[in-house]
């Protein structure tokens, strides 16, 4: 069996037990010194049997956690994202080409990928254990409920995949459908699927910043053409509120080529920010979605996840080419490269924050599975892809970890 290892460090909290009192016998008379002694050593081994009996049954409870949060305390002292993909033959969990919203271009297998390998690795915690997806379980969790991820391309593959991973479970197929009869597309700002034998919908809302794209400012040089508003959320945002589940992400458009390449500068206010770096301008932007978290989103209500950014494996020999080298099998070592400073940025803003939010720590499981990417088994196969992944494959996983915590803070 091969395994693909990521070390990590894990708090541990030391517990301190208290020590009975026992009281001390009295000498009553010198007389019966003899007597007392006796009584004193039988009133010292009662007390000894009264603390074994007592005393360890509670240190033991202790130890073992207090059943009422249990599984609270698991959560917080195992790290989901800590550990290696092991091989498990029970995967694929789907057939892409019978789920009519998985999109063509991710289907690698219908589009002519020959190696199943890919499909056949399921991640492993190394201190404790994402259950198996249960269709039915999660199905019943959801009913009555609405689920909305916002993102770039990448989160509506996660949204693709979760919405297959639970057709799976539906005899009805017709009683899926998408809201306003919409067909995928890329450019499309939102997304809908209504499962009404359960009476939930999951959702995808195009927000590939997550903050205003504007367009030409007033007296801007030449060469701005748009700008990002780094203060200001979404225009869509609306749509966010009144949910039981949000799933944010962003990063994938956060380079050059996609911003100062076409023109693309930083705002905020009235202000111009043409020497602001990405990484300073993404943490600008994640602050002004922390701060409309905290104003806008009931914490009675809704849970909320940010997924940190998925890493890419494009190989640059040229800085002005790069090329897309799929392998048969995920990379023996993960190396941290730049990509990953949005994962740190990100950890660091909900760590600040007074609402709770999950972060979904994906980028360094992630960036061991070279293997997974669309790679040229894509609708355009012409244009290779390592930046996406295949379906069914790595974001089955994603979704795996999320509904982890949705059914265990659930059961807790």
Not at 190 to 206: A, C
Request: proline content about 5%; some cysteine; aromatic content about 12%.
């Amino acid at each position: 069996m091969h395994t693909f290892n990521r070390s990590a460090s894990l708090n541990r909290r030391a517990l301190t037990i208290g020590s009975p009192r026992v009281g001390r016998p009295t000498v009553v008379s010198r007389h019966f010194h003899v007597p007392i002694v006796i009584g004193f050593l039988f009133t010292f081994l009662l007390a000894i049997s009264a603390s074994y009996i007592f005393v360890v049954p509670s240190l033991k409870h202790t130890s073992n956690g207090d059943t009422s949060s249990q599984s609270n305390e698991s959560m917080s002292l195992c790290d989901v994202c800590d550990g290696s993909w092991i091989q498990d033959d029970s995967y694929p969990l789907y057939n892409a080409t019978e789920c009519p919203f998985a999109e063509q271009g991710f289907n690698c297998l219908g589009n002519g990928r020959t190696d199943a390998q890919y499909l056949k690795w399921r991640w492993k915690p190394k201190n404790c254990d994402v259950p198996k997806f249960d269709v039915r379980a999660v199905l019943e969790w959801l009913r009555n409920r609405r689920l909305v991820f916002v993102g770039d391309s990448m989160s509506r593959s996660q949204w693709e995949s979760l919405i297959c991973l639970l057709m799976t479970g539906v005899e009805d197929k017709k009683s899926v459908y998408e809201l306003n009869g919409s067909k995928i597309t890329k450019r499309i700002r939102f997304l809908g699927v209504r499962f009404s034998s359960f009476n939930f919908t999951v959702e995808f809302f195009r927000s590939v910043f997550l903050v205003q794209h504007g367009w030409l400012p007033r007296h801007a040089p030449r060469r701005v053409r748009s700008t990002l508003k780094l203060d200001k959320l979404d225009d869509i945002s609306s749509h966010w509120v009144d949910t039981d589940v949000l799933i944010f992400n962003t990063g994938q458009w956060w380079v050059p080529g996609k911003l100062f390449e076409t023109g693309c500068y930083f705002q905020v206010g009235s202000s111009l920010k043409l020497g602001m770096s990405i990484p300073g301008a993404f943490r600008v932007a994640l602050d002004t979605w922390a701060s409309w978290i905290e104003r806008t989103i009931d914490r009675k209500r809704t849970s909320v996840f940010f997924r940190t950014f998925e890493p890419s494996h494009w190989s640059i020999s040229d800085p002005r080419s790069r090329s897309c080298n799929v392998t048969q099998y995920p990379l023996l070592e993960a190396s941290r490269t730049d990509q990953h400073v949005f994962a740190d940025i990100a950890e660091e803003v909900v760590k600040n924050m007074s609402f709770p939010i999950t972060l979904l720590r994906i980028t360094s499981l992630s960036a061991f599975r070279i293997d997974a990417h669309v790679g040229k088994w894509s609708d355009n196969p012409s244009v290779p892809d390592c930046s996406h992944w295949c379906l069914p494959g790595l974001p089955d996983m994603w979704n795996e970890i999320l509904l982890y915590y949705l059914l265990t803070n659930h059961e807790s």
